[in-house]
């Protein structure tokens, strides 16, 4: 022990009889390990940016779809089943620790008409005011409509940027009324703008309406492909709901008990979907774990039974897109170590030639009674000095590297400590590969040559 | 045991491309503990030779050497290394201080490969004490270019001395320097001698070194000449090859 603190204090000694040749030597390590620091920060922030987008994208949202209805041996599809309802949906949200919130999402496709314009937009949302939490979405004008709208089944509703385009040219749609379906809707808010979706579709072609005033008001049933018993009903309004005014009958009215024989529509709670957001995506399998479970059991599902919704989330696209700009921050590393390489032959370089200009120096200590392993020792020992003092000194420089191009550049970045400790790690490395070669030359030397060097 | 060296029938052949040329064709020779002598010889007589051998930095082809009692033409590497490190003292022509590095820390150097168990305190205090001896006590700090050529072989001597050895062995100490600080080094290894008791060997071309010493060897083509005591009367005025 003893002998190692000797032989470092030998080894410090002699880098400190040149500086500047310590120093100079050191510095593509220095550069090296800078790079390989900013490197990683610049790369990582990147990475959790990139992220972040997907997030924005819709990335660690979860969508439950109900599952196929099938009737004598007929099955109508997936999202045919009529069993998840709101209720399903706050449950969820509530009992399920590992998600965000959810929204129940109740779909449709149908014609807005505002004065002389009329559109059909790509998306009809029945839902709660979740929903606009989970995509992250808030109003430019307007607002929201709220969980009292929702109990309520208000006949309010906001419009995405781009149905706003289609129906006011003029603009100021708020406070304004569209017909959907024949139904007068209030429009109390607009949308921000939030371009297309990962499958290329046109999230701002929007009307999203509280879930009950969609399913109780404007469209009894949401789907053309409903349950056959109640797409037989067709629609819920007769002619003198839509024409009050017109006081005549057109068809004789029906006695009370013709009305009590005649088949009503049955109307189901169910929604077309539930949305959940999770907080992270790492959380996405416990989160499809959790609500099967809590769905299996609301659904009175026994083990063995399959389950009556699915599961879907965008985990594949979020994987992807996180494997990519890993790939980017590995190229870098890549290119940073190589350059970490080039700073090692340096090391090498510039220690062959301390081995033979202190020659006499390694004679004399041979003669005095230095081992060949001292010798061996207090070389490796000043390499990895070198080396480990060009690491700090590197670490210094790529965290003032990747500070600077935060500041001026604003890239996100972020720190990463093992990128720091793996730095130290390799700089030893680097010493002892580098530095091996010339102390295995110096401890190779035979004293009485080495004497009488010149 | 008064002998401290003890050399039997020693050959070195140094092997030079198909043959080899003998260098030490036999030497037989022995020096008491507390003796001064000078070894003697003109270059490519095999004294450089020998003295590597007695220094233990090489291995005789043929022959014993017995060092302190030791059989050192056996030895390994390593064992040699600790044999220099804690028996002799090197004092060499051309000084060998380590340049940048003060006095100091130069007559510590050989301590840093003992295995004394000693505290690096007591070291230090060992190491101001020699230099004061040689006479440098206010030149502790000064590095090798601060000194003059007599102060540094000087600093050298308390080199050699630091790890306390039986043998010094000095290479032409005074090849480098004026004659009245050839003189005064010369004194030096003398007073080591009457007053520490230390063996002294000095190893040299030059017979008014050699008249230092209470003995001197001579070495004439590999085989010793002859073993003379220093006042024999012709000493001085045999001439130098």
Same mark, same amino acid.
């Given at each position: 022990?003893?002998?190692?603190?000797?032989?470092?204090?030998?080894?410090?000694?002699?880098?400190?009889?040149?500086?500047?040749?310590?120093?100079?030597?050191?510095?593509?390590?220095?550069?090296?390990?800078?790079?390989?620091?900013?490197?990683?920060?610049?790369?990582?922030?990147?990475?959790?940016?990139?992220?972040?987008?997907?997030?924005?994208?819709?990335?660690?949202?979860?969508?439950?779809?109900?599952?196929?209805?099938?009737?004598?041996?007929?099955?109508?599809?997936?999202?045919?089943?009529?069993?998840?309802?709101?209720?399903?949906? #706050?449950? +969820?949200?509530?009992?399920?620790?590992?998600?965000?919130?959810?929204?129940?999402?109740?779909?449709?496709?149908?014609?807005?008409?505002?004065?002389?314009?009329?559109?059909?937009?790509?998306?009809?949302?029945?839902?709660?005011?979740?929903?606009?939490?989970? /995509?992250?979405?808030?109003?430019?004008?307007?607002?929201?409509?709220?969980?009292?709208?929702?109990?309520?089944?208000?006949?309010?509703?906001?419009?995405?940027?781009?149905?706003?385009?289609?129906?006011?040219?003029?603009?100021?749609?708020?406070?304004?009324?569209?017909?959907?379906?024949?139904?007068?809707?209030?429009?109390?808010?607009?949308?921000?703008?939030?371009?297309?979706?990962?499958?290329?579709?046109?999230? #701002?072609?929007?009307?999203?309406?509280?879930?009950?005033?969609?399913?109780?008001?404007?469209?009894?049933?949401?789907?053309?492909?409903?349950?056959?018993?109640?797409?037989?009903?067709?629609?819920?309004?007769?002619?003198?709901?839509?024409?009050?005014?017109?006081?005549?009958?057109?068809?004789?009215?029906?006695?009370?008990?013709?009305?009590?024989?005649?088949?009503?529509?049955?109307?189901?709670?169910?929604?077309?979907? =539930?949305?959940?957001?999770?907080?992270?995506?790492?959380?996405?399998?416990?989160?499809?774990?959790? =609500?099967?479970?809590?769905?299996?059991?609301?659904?009175?599902?026994?083990?063995?039974?399959?389950?009556?919704?699915?599961?879907?989330? @965008?985990?594949?696209?979020?994987?992807?897109?996180?494997?990519?700009?890993?790939?980017?921050?590995?190229?870098? =590393?890549?290119?940073?170590?190589?350059?970490?390489?080039?700073?090692?032959?340096? =090391?090498?370089?510039?220690?062959?030639?301390?081995?033979?200009?202190?020659?006499?120096?390694?004679?004399?200590? @041979?003669?005095?009674?230095?081992?060949?392993?001292?010798?061996?020792?207090?070389?490796?020992?000043?390499?990895?000095?070198?080396?480990?003092?060009?690491?700090?000194?590197?670490?210094?420089?790529?965290?003032?590297?990747?500070?600077?191009?935060?500041?001026?550049?604003?890239?996100?970045?972020?720190?990463?400590?093992?990128?720091?400790?793996?730095?130290?790690?390799?700089?030893?490395? +680097?010493?002892?590969?580098?530095?091996?070669?010339?102390?295995?030359?110096?401890? /190779?030397? #035979?004293?009485?040559?080495?004497?009488?060097?010149? | 045991?008064?002998?401290?060296?003890?050399?039997?029938?020693?050959?070195?052949?140094?092997?030079?491309? &198909?043959?080899?040329?003998?260098?030490?064709?036999?030497?037989?020779?022995?020096?008491?503990?507390?003796?001064?002598?000078?070894?003697?010889?003109?270059?490519?007589?095999?004294?450089?030779?020998?003295?590597?051998?007695?220094?233990? !930095?090489?291995?005789?082809?043929?022959?014993?050497?017995?060092?302190?009692?030791?059989?050192?033409?056996?030895?390994?590497?390593?064992?040699?290394?600790?044999?220099?490190?804690?028996?002799? &003292?090197?004092?060499?022509?051309?000084?060998?201080?380590?340049?940048?590095?003060?006095?100091?820390?130069?007559?510590?150097?050989?301590?840093?490969?003992?295995?004394?168990?000693?505290?690096?305190?007591?070291?230090?205090?060992?190491?101001?004490?020699?230099?004061?001896?040689? &006479?440098?006590?206010?030149?502790?700090?000064?590095?090798?270019?601060?000194?003059?050529? &007599?102060?540094?072989?000087?600093?050298?001597?308390?080199?050699? !001395?630091?790890?306390?050895?039986?043998?010094?062995?000095?290479?032409?100490?005074?090849?480098?320097?004026?004659?009245?600080?050839?003189?005064?080094?010369?004194?030096?290894?003398?007073?080591?001698?009457?007053?520490?008791?230390?063996?002294?060997?000095?190893?040299?071309?030059?017979?008014?070194?050699?008249?230092?010493?209470? *003995?001197?060897?001579?070495? *004439?083509?590999?085989?010793?000449?002859?073993? !003379?005591?220093?006042?024999?009367?012709?000493?001085?005025?045999?001439?130098?090859?």
């Amino acid at each position: 022990m003893l002998k190692m603190t000797t032989t470092l204090i030998t080894a410090l000694r002699a880098l400190r009889r040149n500086p500047l040749r310590s120093a100079l030597t050191t510095l593509g390590i220095i550069i090296g390990i800078a790079a390989v620091i900013a490197m990683v920060q610049i790369g990582e922030g990147s990475s959790a940016a990139i992220k972040q987008t997907i997030a924005n994208m819709g990335a660690n949202e979860l969508i439950i779809f109900p599952g196929a209805a099938a009737s004598g041996g007929v099955s109508f599809g997936g999202g045919s089943a009529v069993t998840l309802t709101s209720a399903d949906a #706050d449950a +969820v949200a509530r009992d399920c620790p590992s998600i965000g919130t959810a929204a129940p999402v109740v779909n449709g496709r149908m014609q807005l008409v505002r004065g002389g314009q009329n559109w059909v937009p790509q998306f009809i949302a029945g839902t709660t005011p979740a929903y606009f939490a989970i /995509r992250d979405w808030a109003v430019s004008q307007g607002r929201l409509f709220g969980n009292d709208d929702v109990s309520g089944a208000n006949e309010v509703c906001v419009l995405g940027q781009t149905v706003v385009k289609q129906l006011f040219p003029s603009g100021m749609p708020v406070g304004k009324t569209i017909l959907v379906e024949s139904v007068p809707l209030k429009v109390i808010g607009v949308l921000q703008f939030k371009g297309a979706n990962m499958m290329g579709m046109d999230q #701002d072609d929007i009307l999203a309406m509280p879930w009950t005033t969609m399913k109780y008001r404007v469209s009894g049933t949401a789907l053309q492909n409903q349950n056959q018993s109640s797409a037989a009903g067709g629609s819920t309004f007769s002619t003198s709901q839509l024409y009050p005014e017109t006081s005549q009958n057109l068809y004789p009215v029906p006695s009370a008990t013709e009305q009590q024989d005649l088949p009503q529509p049955v109307r189901f709670p169910n929604v077309n979907s =539930i949305l959940v957001s999770v907080p992270t995506s790492a959380q996405i399998p416990q989160a499809v774990n959790e =609500i099967t479970a809590l769905l299996r059991q609301r659904h009175h599902l026994r083990a063995g039974v399959p389950s009556d919704f699915n599961i879907r989330n @965008m985990a594949e696209i979020s994987n992807a897109l996180g494997h990519t700009s890993q790939l980017m921050t590995n190229l870098l =590393i890549g290119v940073a170590l190589i350059s970490l390489m080039v700073g090692g032959v340096g =090391i090498m370089n510039i220690m062959l030639v301390s081995v033979t200009e202190r020659t006499r120096e390694i004679g004399l200590r @041979m003669a005095i009674g230095a081992q060949p392993a001292d010798i061996l020792g207090q070389f490796i020992l000043e390499a990895i000095v070198l080396c480990l003092f060009g690491g700090a000194l590197g670490i210094f420089l790529g965290q003032a590297l990747s500070t600077a191009v935060q500041t001026l550049l604003h890239w996100p970045i972020q720190l990463s400590a093992p990128a720091m400790i793996a730095s130290v790690a390799v700089s030893v490395v +680097v010493g002892l590969v580098f530095g091996y070669y010339p102390a295995w030359k110096a401890s /190779r030397l #035979d004293p009485i040559e080495a004497l009488r060097y010149e | 045991m008064m002998e401290l060296i003890k050399v039997e029938n020693i050959v070195k052949t140094y092997q030079l491309g &198909g043959g080899g040329v003998q260098v030490l064709k036999g030497v037989s020779l022995a020096i008491d503990r507390g003796e001064m002598v000078a070894l003697m010889g003109a270059s490519g007589s095999g004294k450089t030779t020998l003295m590597n051998i007695l220094g233990c !930095l090489d291995r005789p082809t043929s022959g014993k050497y017995f060092l302190d009692g030791q059989e050192i033409s056996r030895m390994s590497v390593n064992q040699r290394a600790l044999v220099r490190n804690e028996k002799i &003292g090197f004092v060499f022509q051309n000084f060998n201080l380590l340049a940048r590095t003060t006095a100091l820390e130069n007559v510590l150097l050989p301590t840093s490969y003992s295995n004394e168990p000693l505290s690096a305190k007591a070291h230090r205090l060992h190491a101001t004490e020699l230099l004061e001896q040689v &006479g440098l006590a206010d030149r502790l700090d000064h590095e090798p270019s601060q000194l003059s050529g &007599g102060q540094q072989q000087r600093v050298a001597i308390a080199r050699s !001395l630091v790890n306390n050895p039986k043998l010094v062995l000095a290479d032409e100490p005074t090849g480098n320097l004026d004659s009245r600080t050839s003189e005064e080094v010369l004194r030096m290894f003398q007073e080591l001698n009457e007053k520490k008791g230390i063996t002294i060997l000095l190893v040299t071309h030059d017979a008014t070194v050699a008249a230092h010493a209470k *003995r001197t060897i001579r070495i *004439r083509d590999g085989l010793i000449e002859e073993n !003379l005591p220093q006042n024999s009367a012709d000493a001085a005025a045999l001439p130098v090859t």
